[in-house]
């Protein structure tokens, strides 16, 4: 019964069209009342206490980091870099996409950033070059998603500060699957793009190559300096999302001079008002992530799946099914919240690294942001990339499903991130 309430009220009242913050906060009261324990010092406690974690300042930092990026058309310089490496190949655009996708990801931390600022920038580019609209902005959101995988991944903190698993171990751990899942599209797009006819840039100079190396290599020293900084124990996440903003500042003001007071000033503005929605979030489930505790909702959980649990490969099998559903119907951040502290507990009896856990969970989740009906990502495309949704459908399917096998292997195989994941850790 009280499973039941939990998924009626939430589900009852995001069918309503309430934002998903406040459906989290009905669905509290739903089961406080069923539990007997309404008050409303429950709510405003767990609001306070659920916005109130040091790991948490890291997020607006980064978003800040990535705002900033878009605003000093630092960006164009990242896509000229691709371009001078790999333009002369056939399909060079798509593989320019999916490596600045990448690099942007280890600069931002969102896909539907990242997806965006990219898409506004290359889908026209790619259309002039002979490609189609939708397969550029499809190639571009399916690329995008790998930055919940890859540090600085915003995802990986609020799973951390929830689950209490290491933010720093997560970010080490996300780094091959990162790195896989964009050689796999690239692969992928090298498969496709052998029959297409569209336009091949002239193969770049070694002088040429210098010049747009020079020009982009103050953006791309940033992801490597925060891996390194992490890595070696110099800074913690939120320190190295305090460094990253003063270094992109020095970007943006000193080497390249391209933003404006007014320019930092509406960065600002629009970080302010992206945090506000996530930090909102993080509140708004941490009511209800204290009342599934008190009803003992992960320990009925734990009893309903409790034939698995002896068998770990089985019990990933079934649990990322479960994801992979609720993904399609639910935006990543609120999937994250909501899921986290009901599959922990069961990941702990079951003996599988809740390191490896998270990467699978979070890459499982950002898979979610390119399926419909939600898929944000997918939104995103759309909008910067001014193509309908249903030509886009069409065209994402290959990448959406060379992703999904990605998935698989992970949880087929979990050394493709257990035996990285020790070595970068040091453990």
């Given at each position: 019964?009280?499973?039941?309430?939990?998924?009626?009220?939430?589900?009852?009242?995001?069918?309503?069209?309430?934002?998903?913050?406040?459906?989290?906060?009905?669905?509290?009261?739903a089961l406080m009342l069923h539990l007997g324990l309404f008050d409303p010092r429950i709510l405003t406690q767990n609001l306070i206490i659920g916005a109130d974690n040091f790991a948490l300042m890291a997020i607006p930092f980064f978003?800040?980091?990535?705002?900033?990026?878009?605003?000093?058309?630092?960006?164009?310089?990242?896509?000229?870099?691709?371009?001078?490496?790999?333009?002369?190949?056939?399909?060079?655009?798509?593989?320019?996409?999916?490596?600045?996708?990448?690099?942007?990801?280890?600069?931002?931390?969102?896909?539907?950033?990242?997806?965006?600022?990219?898409?506004?920038?290359?889908?026209?580019?790619?259309?002039?070059?002979?490609?189609?609209?939708?397969?550029?902005?499809?190639?571009?959101?399916?690329?995008?998603?790998?930055?919940?995988?890859?540090?600085?991944?915003?995802?990986?903190?609020?799973?951390?500060?929830?689950?209490?698993?290491?933010?720093?171990?997560?970010?080490?751990?996300?780094?091959?699957?990162?790195?896989?899942?964009?050689?796999?599209?690239?692969?992928?797009?090298?498969?496709?793009?052998?029959?297409?006819?569209?336009?091949?840039?002239?193969?770049?100079?070694?002088?040429?190559?210098?010049?747009?190396?020079?020009?982009?290599?103050?953006?791309?020293?940033?992801?490597?300096?925060?891996?390194?900084?992490?890595?070696?124990?110099?800074?913690?996440?939120?320190?190295?999302?305090?460094?990253?903003?003063?270094?992109?500042?020095?970007?943006?003001?000193?080497?390249?001079?391209?933003?404006?007071?007014?320019?930092?000033?509406?960065?600002?503005?629009?970080?302010?008002?992206?945090?506000?929605?996530?930090?909102?979030?993080?509140?708004?489930?941490?009511?209800?992530?204290?009342?599934?505790?008190?009803?003992?909702?992960?320990?009925?959980?734990?009893?309903?799946?409790?034939?698995?649990?002896?068998?770990?490969?089985?019990?990933?099998?079934?649990?990322?099914?479960?994801?992979?559903?609720?993904?399609?119907?639910?935006?990543?951040?609120?999937?994250?919240?909501?899921?986290?502290?009901?599959?922990?507990?069961?990941?702990?009896?079951?003996?599988?690294?809740?390191?490896?856990?998270?990467?699978?969970?979070?890459?499982?989740?950002?898979?979610?942001?390119?399926t419909p009906p939600v898929g944000t990502v997918l939104n995103a495309a759309c909008g910067a990339g001014k193509v309908s949704m249903d030509d886009l459908m069409k065209d994402i399917m290959p990448y959406l499903l060379v992703e999904?096998?990605?998935?698989?292997?992970?949880?087929?195989?979990?050394?493709?991130?257990?035996?990285?994941?020790?070595?970068?850790i040091g453990g």
């Amino acid at each position: 019964m009280t499973v039941a309430i939990f998924i009626g009220s939430l589900c009852g009242a995001m069918a309503l069209g309430m934002p998903i913050a406040f459906a989290l906060l009905v669905c509290g009261m739903a089961l406080m009342l069923h539990l007997g324990l309404f008050d409303p010092r429950i709510l405003t406690q767990n609001l306070i206490i659920g916005a109130d974690n040091f790991a948490l300042m890291a997020i607006p930092f980064f978003i800040l980091v990535g705002e900033l990026m878009n605003a000093g058309g630092i960006s164009k310089r990242i896509i000229n870099f691709g371009i001078a490496l790999v333009g002369h190949i056939r399909g060079g655009l798509g593989f320019v996409a999916i490596l600045t996708a990448f690099i942007f990801a280890g600069l931002s931390g969102s896909a539907i950033a990242d997806t965006a600022a990219l898409a506004a920038i290359m889908v026209p580019m790619m259309a002039d070059a002979g490609y189609t609209k939708s397969g550029s902005a499809a190639l571009i959101g399916a690329g995008s998603i790998v930055a919940p995988i890859l540090p600085p991944s915003i995802q990986f903190i609020i799973f951390g500060s929830i689950s209490g698993v290491s933010v720093m171990k997560l970010f080490m751990a996300g780094i091959v699957p990162g790195v896989v899942i964009a050689v796999s599209l690239a692969i992928a797009w090298g498969y496709m793009a052998r029959k297409r006819d569209v336009k091949v840039f002239p193969r770049k100079s070694f002088k040429e190559i210098l010049i747009a190396v020079k020009d982009a290599s103050w953006a791309l020293f940033l992801p490597i300096l925060i891996i390194v900084c992490i890595k070696g124990g110099v800074v913690t996440p939120t320190e190295a999302a305090v460094g990253a903003v003063a270094y992109t500042l020095f970007l943006c003001f000193v080497v390249y001079r391209t933003v404006t007071v007014k320019q930092l000033w509406s960065a600002i503005i629009s970080t302010c008002e992206t945090t506000s929605v996530i930090l909102f979030l993080i509140a708004a489930a941490m009511v209800s992530s204290w009342l599934i505790a008190a009803a003992n909702i992960p320990q009925m959980v734990t009893e309903m799946l409790s034939g698995y649990t002896e068998n770990q490969l089985m019990l990933m099998v079934v649990i990322n099914i479960l994801v992979f559903v609720v993904g399609t119907a639910m935006d990543i951040t609120p999937t994250v919240l909501i899921l986290t502290p009901v599959l922990m507990p069961l990941i702990i009896k079951a003996g599988i690294d809740p390191v490896y856990f998270g990467v699978v969970f979070i890459l499982n989740n950002a898979i979610g942001l390119i399926t419909p009906p939600v898929g944000t990502v997918l939104n995103a495309a759309c909008g910067a990339g001014k193509v309908s949704m249903d030509d886009l459908m069409k065209d994402i399917m290959p990448y959406l499903l060379v992703e999904v096998v990605v998935l698989i292997l992970l949880i087929l195989f979990p050394q493709i991130v257990l035996v990285p994941m020790k070595y970068l850790i040091g453990g």
